[in-house]
């Protein structure tokens, strides 16, 4: 990541989801893999979402004005949406009817989400950035996410100071939870990888 622009960052964030949701489409029939390809990507979007709300937005409001405010506004309506959604794949059994319709609804709103960011938002909030502003940045949205939590959290508040706040409370409970999660294994991951090298 080092010296990537923060439009890198996030477009690396986004195909990632994107290759999660394929592995996850992939493992079809098999429920142990489906759960482990699901809570990855969960894992995922969870931290990338509040990534975003705590540094990308505020840099938006900051440097666009009042377009900036209304972009970053929508923005979190949206990750809301996303957010509600994936708190009820929670409640749903890998490998049933309801959990696929709930995935591809997500993954459905998810890419025109992922797509204005990339075409309308970041290329608005680079030039204001600047180079380095825009790798500082980057290097910042990827700290964060080291930090927050990887589970989602509707009712929490979407805006710092007080998202920061909730976030690192947070944060500890769901890395616990994940400690008893089923993630995608070392294997799996390096079949995946593999398979997007070709």
Aim: aromatic residues 8%; proline residues 6%; negative net charge.
């Amino acid at each position: 990541m080092a010296g990537k622009t923060l439009t890198a960052a996030i477009k690396d964030d986004h195909q990632e989801m994107y290759d999660y949701y394929d592995a996850y489409k992939k493992a079809s029939g098999d429920t142990d893999a489906h759960e482990r390809w699901a809570r990855q990507l969960t894992w995922e979007v969870a931290r990338h979402a509040v990534g975003e709300e705590i540094v990308v937005y505020p840099l938006m409001e900051k440097h666009l004005g009042a377009k900036g405010i209304e972009l970053a506004d929508h923005d979190r309506a949206e990750h809301q949406r996303v957010k509600e959604d994936l708190y009820h794949l929670e409640s749903l059994t890998a490998g049933t009817e309801d959990y696929d319709k709930t995935m591809k609804k997500i993954m459905e709103h998810l890419r025109p989400h992922n797509d204005d960011e990339e075409q309308t938002d970041l290329p608005m909030l680079e030039p204001a950035l600047g180079e380095e502003g825009s790798k500082a940045a980057a290097a910042e949205f990827k700290r964060t996410k080291k930090f927050v939590p990887t589970r989602t959290h509707p009712s929490a508040p979407n805006k710092p100071p007080f998202e920061t706040f909730a976030a690192f409370l947070a944060a500890p409970v769901d890395k616990l939870k994940d400690e008893f999660a089923k993630f995608p294994t070392d294997e799996m991951k390096e079949e995946l990888k593999e398979e997007l090298q070709h």
